[in-house]
């Protein structure tokens, strides 16, 4: 199992200029997650879907980011202006969810570090 | 979901068992524990999760007391690569995480 895939581990990029971040879930899975770790405010839920649905975006810190999910096998995060103050790690998540009981635990991609200068 | 407190830091001889304790005094009855690390640079890891039961894996234990309102997480032979950040965590069914500012083990030599 490659586990969740994210892409670029890295990016470093001028304010302004528009940001696109990727994330493979696990295969069988059907919830996928956006976070944000920044050292001020630890680890954030950005947004989450539920069989490509975006359930909840309350996390989402303003107009300038997006998420979508076009298929069960993929997911972007896209924050357009980007501003310094984006810089920080986006990690992706995914999950099983099932029926009842606990729903199953969240698995974590590498995370991107996004510096935005 | 239960708000969650841990302490910032904590030490732990290497070989000897890490306890990290977590208080959740506002747990609900359908509302899970769950425990992940976060090693630096990576992503958050899953380590064990458990309801009323105590609950053991190949990672760690979970002891969670009767009335619920806490418990801990025991590495039984903490090693140096057991050295994270842990985040205690509860949730309810179908309800989404909500990361503190965890606990930060350091396991000494």
């Known amino acids: 199992d490659a586990g969740v895939i994210q892409s670029p581990r890295h990016e470093v990029t001028e304010m302004g200029q528009e940001v696109t971040l990727r994330c493979k879930p696990i295969s069988g899975h059907n919830s996928l997650f956006w976070y944000r770790q920044t050292m001020m405010r630890g680890l954030e839920l950005l947004i989450y879907?539920?069989?490509?649905?975006?359930?909840?975006d309350s996390g989402m810190p303003e107009d300038r980011f997006s998420a979508k999910m076009p298929n069960a096998s993929f997911s972007t995060l896209k924050i357009q202006p980007s501003e310094p103050r984006d810089s920080a790690v986006y990690f992706c998540a995914s999950r099983k969810q099932g029926g009842g009981g606990s729903s199953g635990e969240q698995y974590f991609g590498p995370g991107t570090r996004l510096t935005v200068t | 979901d239960a708000k969650t407190t841990q302490p910032t830091s904590m030490d732990c001889a290497e070989g000897r068992a890490a306890n990290l304790p977590c208080n959740h005094s506002?747990?609900?009855?359908?509302?899970?524990v769950y425990w992940y690390r976060q090693i630096h640079s990576q992503g958050p890891q899953y380590i064990i999760h458990?309801?009323?039961n105590n609950e053991t894996n190949e990672m760690a234990s979970l002891i969670i007391t009767e009335d619920r309102k806490s418990s801990t997480l025991i590495l039984p032979h903490a090693t140096l690569r057991d050295t994270a950040v842990y985040y205690c965590i509860v949730r309810g069914p179908g309800n989404q995480f909500y990361f503190g500012t965890g606990t930060s083990l350091t396991v000494i030599p």
């Open positions: 458990g309801l009323k």
């Open positions: 506002t747990i609900s009855g359908n509302e899970y």
């Open positions: 879907f539920n069989n490509n649905v975006p359930i909840d």
